[in-house]
Each structure stands twice: as structure tokens, then as C-alpha cells.
């Protein structure tokens, strides 16, 4: 499952499928960028990060794609399982602030 | 071992009240912050403290004051209660200065007014 466009509110995917959360940062000078997964009840948790200077960045079942041209990023999600249910957000990092796109919730499908 | 830690977790009040949110972190970072997170699940930045120092102040009512006694603590006290004031507050802390490192999460505090 893929989500498209600047924002997409929900991502239903079937067990052991990819998904592909997208997600769009408004600052060209941001340097540092993050995948955070929110749980139910739960504060936002480190998925993955990535710096200005790196295009693409593996992690274990997840990949971190950066395209500064057009100011996009995404986080692929290998062989979805059904724990990655929660909310998804990306985050940019310019200065002292850390500011954070609206969230895509992924739900995964048995 | 909780790196950072908020308390209440809950806090039901009623309009017109202050109230104060505390949060510590143990993870030796030079920068804390305060978001709220509305019903929409979206997370917006409302302070930000880099060594006990007032950094970023999003346009955020007066009514709210943030205060850093140490670089550990950042607690944000609420005067006169509103209804729009209810969400979920997260305090935060990363580390600016040098390498840059993710920013870390508390629990969140639930702000019900009523």
C-alpha cells in the first residue's frame, strides 16, 4: 500500500505487503529529518533518521528516502506486520526547531 | 528507565483554572520542547529551550509560560483554562548542539477543560 500526495489522513495495507508512507517538508534549509511511529495512548517513537547529505537510509524492515529537489520524503515499510499499526509522522529539522507534518495512520489488515 | 518523563499523565480542570505540566529528561540533552497535539492526531511546536534559554515561542497565548530551571526540567504552567486548550501535551528533548540526535518523546499529559 502507498500513501500519495502531500498528505494522505490513512494507509490500509494487507499483512506482509510493503507500504509506503510519503510525506512532504516545506523548509529547504532543514538538514535533518525523522520517521517517527505513534501508538495509541503513546508519545512518538523513533523509527529512522536521515541527514541532508544521504538520499537513502536503511534500518531494519524500513527504508528512509530523501529527494530534496522536490522537498519529499518517505518511509517504506518491508513485510508489514500487524504491530505497525499507529500513526506515522515525518519530521524537519531547521535550527532549534523540529517541526512535524501531519500524521498518515496505517492499519494493517489480517 | 525513563528518559523522559511528564506528570500528570491526566489532568481534568475546569475553565478559568492554572495548571502546570512538569517534565524531566535524563538524557544529558541541551534542548527541550513543549507540542501539543490536537484531536487530528497533528503535532505542533509550541516551545523550544536550548540550555535553560528561550528559543523558539510559536505564537503561543500568553497564558501559557514555559520555565526551564535546569537544563534537565522544562514544566509549562497554564493560566486561565480554556475550552480550545484541551489535547494532549508532549514534552520532548534532543540534543542540538554538535551531531544532531533525534528528538525523544514523553508519555503525554491529557488536558481534558471543562
Known amino acids: 500500500g502507498e500513501s500519495v500526495g502531500l498528505h494522505l489522513p490513512t494507509l490500509s495495507v494487507q499483512e506482509g505487503d510493503n507500504s509506503i508512507i510519503n510525506c512532504a517538508y516545506s523548509?529547504?534549509?532543514?538538514?535533518?529529518f525523522i520517521w517517527y511511529k505513534q501508538e495509541s495512548g503513546k508519545g512518538p517513537q523513533f523509527i529512522i533518521d536521515i541527514r541532508s547529505n544521504m538520499d537513502k537510509r536503511q534500518g531494519q524492515r524500513v527504508t528512509v528516502l530523501l529527494n530534496k529537489t522536490v522537498k519529499h520524503l518517505s518511509l517504506q515499510i518491508a513485510a508489514t506486520q500487524p504491530g505497525d499499526s499507529a500513526v506515522y509522522f515525518c519530521a524537519e529539522k531547521n535550527d532549534y526547531k523540529l517541526s512535524f507534518g501531519a500524521g498518515t495512520t496505517v492499519t494493517v489488515r489480517a | 528507565d525513563t528518559a523522559v518523563s511528564q506528570t500528570p499523565k491526566y489532568l481534568v480542570t475546569q475553565m478559568g483554572n492554572d495548571k502546570s505540566i512538569k517534565c524531566e529528561q535524563n538524557l544529558g540533552h541541551d534542548t527541550m520542547y513543549w507540542y501539543k497535539q490536537d484531536s487530528k492526531k497533528f503535532l505542533k511546536i509550541m516551545f523550544s529551550?536550548?540550555?535553560?534559554?528561550?528559543?523558539i515561542n510559536e505564537t503561543v497565548p500568553n497564558r501559557f509560560s514555559p520555565k526551564s530551571p535546569d537544563k534537565a526540567h522544562l514544566n509549562l504552567h497554564i493560566n486561565s483554562l480554556e475550552l480550545g486548550d484541551s489535547a494532549v501535551y508532549f514534552c520532548a528533548s534532543s540534543q542540538m548542539g554538535g551531531m544532531n540526535t533525534e528528538a525523544f518523546f514523553g508519555q503525554g499529559t491529557r488536558l481534558t477543560v471543562v
Open positions: 523548509n529547504s534549509a532543514s538538514d535533518y
Open positions: 529551550y536550548n540550555n535553560k534559554e528561550l528559543i
